[in-house]
């Protein structure tokens, strides 16, 4: 579930960081808005050419490591997967409302910096 989602989480951190909408960073790496939308969603899995082309337009550079197996995501697959349809829908509401919060938060503290 969490490897489904992690090139849109990578590309909305990576917007966020740069205070970008996902028009700007389609723009600069030359791609549809509709690939970054989609991206974001976990509806399409884009190849990593795409995600490394959409990270380098927003000066980020995917890096990988190969490391012994953690169960750690099984282990919280597991959890999500034993919550009713309402938690799961109360979590997910949350995990929406934090992360907008942080985005907000961000791009505040970069008007904050450019102002300075």
Do not use: C, F, N
């Not at 489904?4 to 990576?14: K, M, Q, V």
């Not at 980020?60 to 697959?77: Q, S």
């Not at 961000?106 to 008007?111: D, G, N, P, T, V």
Request: hydrophobic letters at 45%.
């Amino acid at each position: 579930m969490y490897a489904e989602r992690l090139a849109g989480s990578l590309l909305l951190l990576a917007r966020i960081e740069r205070g970008w909408t996902q028009r700007q960073l389609a723009a600069a790496a030359g791609v549809p808005v509709s690939t970054v939308a989609r991206i974001e969603t976990g509806v399409r899995q884009p190849s990593l050419v795409t995600l490394s082309r959409l990270l380098a337009a927003a000066d980020l550079e995917l890096r990988t490591r190969i490391e012994a197996y953690d169960d750690h995501d099984d282990i919280l697959d597991a959890r999500q997967a034993a919550l009713s349809d309402a938690a799961r829908e109360a979590a997910e509401l949350a995990r929406e409302r934090t992360s907008g919060v942080l985005a907000a938060a961000r791009l505040s503290m970069k008007a904050d910096d450019s102002v300075r």
